[in-house]
Every structure is written in structure tokens, then in C-alpha cells.
């Protein structure tokens, strides 16, 4: 609304008359409203570090991340991840749109129908390592002895034979193996599937690296029918992110992989490998906000003298009664193998006495399809050893312990 007032004018010729004047109200000042970041509007974060964990003598490349988010509004707590919106390999890419007949110049869809190069596209919108199911069938469409062995392998009863068949077998082997089955780039690109994000556990608190979060990962690299295989997100980081480049990054909110809410319940961690990464958040973060809980942490690789990630942070956690009890388990530093189950089961009745006698939170992250299942078999003896139980009551124990959130898993 505009505010008005009356004023009276006297002139010698003419009676007074009214005189309106309007005063306007200051004008708003613009509000600067910061960018919400998220999957679907990533923030684009500074890698400010990358460094080798694993040293020489390994027969694997693990390596530590640190990601600048000053600026970004970005807010986690330990526990959860970050997704990583990679970029596919050049060198890849430029192999397939050789075997493609192509340029690279043409103009195709990109993932949100917008035009874009073949190049710009595989390199940024799609998925081009192991074939999905619409090229499988275009092959299987398409004639030659590639095409009738996959018909038949596409029989339900097959389903076993199909997968191993495709193991280790990407579009540019189908490309280069059977030249004359043709694609056009925009017939080639609607059989891909989109480029996803992908997930790593954070390795920080926030409270100890207000503007940074923390990655521990293991770079992926292998060979399969004579050809060297990269694995897409972590060679990206690895070898492909460069000083003035910048990684899209959103936050993924984990809650049911949180540390107790009250800092003195004890916890128990269980994280051989990587999996070990939200562990040092834990341990970082019980640092900062001076909680008093007991914590253990079982840490398990191949060899103690060049796999022993954050061996130095660790042994000062320890020093300073962060870290209240510390076993590892290397499985090749002897003839017969030591897995962090083993370390548990010699550790039962203390493992026991935390958990049912002190209330302490048991966690474990890493490998679902092995570590997993053989850590929560060892717990299962455990309590039913330790506890006095049958194999009944102990299942009923553990699962109770899951309703309660005192046993809690991130497994991939």
C-alpha cells in the first residue's frame, strides 16, 4: 500500500487547494537465496586431496579423499555417505565410437533428452561399461553367432549361464568382437542405461572437518578377456579429477547406521577393509564431543605392514583412550588365515560382557556378501555360547538387538 498525505499549498490568486503526495515505500532488498544442493542439484566440490593408503608389497589400491565443501550448505553426520556423480573414462570412450564407425561429433539424446555430442554423452550421461539388457537383445536381434547364442541363453532356465557368460564382458567387446552388427550412435545410445551416482561411506565428522568430508576407497582395476578393466567412480577420483576441476557430490542420509545418542554408551565396530572408513568418523567425532563411551574396533586386511590403513591415527586414538580396544586381523601375515570374526570369537566373553551387561551398540560395515554373514554368525555364537543360549534364544537375542537399533549394518 502506498501511504498519502495532505498538504495545504496557499498561492495569492487561487484558494487553497489540496495537494496529494504519495510517499513509496523503500524498495525490498533483494534477497539472496543460497542454493539448495542436492541428487538433483549436486554441489560441485574442490578435491583438495588424494593420497595412496596402501603401501608397496600390496596387492591392492586403497586410497584417502578429502573433498572441500566450503560454500556448499552441505550437512552430515557420521554415518552416512556421499554420492559421487562420476565421469566415464575418455580413453573408453574414444574406443567405442571407433568401434562405432563414428566421429563422436553426432549429435544424439542425452539423458534428459537434450542434444548433446556422442562424445559429451558417453563420457558424461551414460553407463557404458557392463551392457544392460536392451543391448543384450538388440545383439540377440541383430544375426551372427553372438546373436543365436545369446537367444539361447536368454531361456529363463539360463539365467545362471547368461550371467556367466556376460562376467567381465562390456559394450566395446560385443562392438569390436562382431563388426558387422551395426549401430547407428542414437540407436547405440537407447540401449544404455544413465550414468547413477555412486555411494561411499563418509570417513569424517563434520564436527572435527567443519568444511571437508572424507572418503576411503578402494580403486577398482582388474583384468577380464585379455583387456584392462577400470572401475568408473574410482578411477575417476583416482586418476581423472584435476586441480581445476570439480566433483558433483550430494549428502545420503543414513539414520539407521547412527552412534548412540548418549556418548557413554559403549560401541563396538567391526569394519575390515574400507568398510573401516565410518569407523574414523565415529572415533573422530566421539573425539570432538568429548563422549566418555568405551570403543572397539576391529580392523581386518591382507597384510599388516603395507595394508594397515590409518595405522598412525589409530595407534594415537589409542594413546590418548579414544579408542579403548584396537584388534586387527591380518588373514596373509600367517600360513593359515585370521579373519575379524576369528578376533571375535577369541574375544567372546568380553564381547558379551559389552553387550549384555554394559549395553554397548554393535556395528559393522563392509562386504555383505562374505564379512557380513560370517560376522553375524560369530555374534550369533556369541550369544548363545557366552549368554547360555540355544540357537533359538540367541536368534531371538540378535534380533531383538536389531528392533532395539543396538546392532546396526551398512554392507554393500
Known sequence: MRAACILLCPTPMLAPRPVLC??????????????????????????????????????????????????SGLCYECGDSIGVFPKNDPA????????????????????????KTLRAALIEDYQITQPSKQFVQAISERGGEAAS??????????KQDLEEYLWGLEYVDFLE??????????????????????????????????AE???????????????????????FLAERVGESDRVPVFVHVAKGFRLPEDGNTPIIMVGPGTGVAPFRAYLQDR???????????????QRCKCDFLYQTEFAALQANGILTRFDTAFSRDQAHKVYVQNRMMENAAEIWKWIDGEGAHFFVCGDASRMAKDVDAALLKIVETEGGKTPEEAAIYIEEMKKTKRYKRDVY
Open 22 to 71: 504519495f510517499h513509496l515505500p523503500p524498495m525490498a532488498t533483494e534477497t539472496v537465496v543460497a542454493p539448495v544442493y542436492s541428487k538433483k542439484n549436486p554441489f560441485p566440490a574442490r578435491l583438495q586431496t588424494n593420497r595412496k593408503l596402501t603401501l608397496g608389497g600390496s596387492e591392492k589400491e586403497t586410497r584417502h579423499f578429502e573433498l572441500n565443501l566450503e560454500g
Open 92 to 115: 573408453l570412450v574414444q574406443e567405442i565410437i571407433h568401434a562405432l564407425h563414428a566421429t563422436g561429433d553426432e549429435i544424439v539424446p542425452g539423458c534428459d533428452c537434450a542434444p
Open 149 to 158: 547364442l545369446l537367444r539361447e541363453l536368454h531361456d529363463p532356465l539360463r
Open 177 to 210: 568382437s562382431h563388426p558387422s552388427i551395426h549401430f547407428t550412435p542414437e540407436e547405440f545410445v537407447k540401449t544404455l542405461r544413465k550414468l547413477l551416482p555412486r555411494l561411499y561411506s563418509i570417513a569424517s565428522s563434520q564436527r572435527a572437518y567443519p
Open 213 to 235: 568430508v572424507h572418503l576411503t576407497i578402494a580403486i577398482v582395476r582388474y583384468e577380464s578377456h585379455g583387456r584392462g578393466r577400470k572401475g568408473v567412480a574410482s578411477t
Open 287 to 301: 573425539k570432538a564431543t568429548g563422549a566418555k563411551g568405551k570403543n572397539w574396533l576391529f580392523f581386518g586386511e
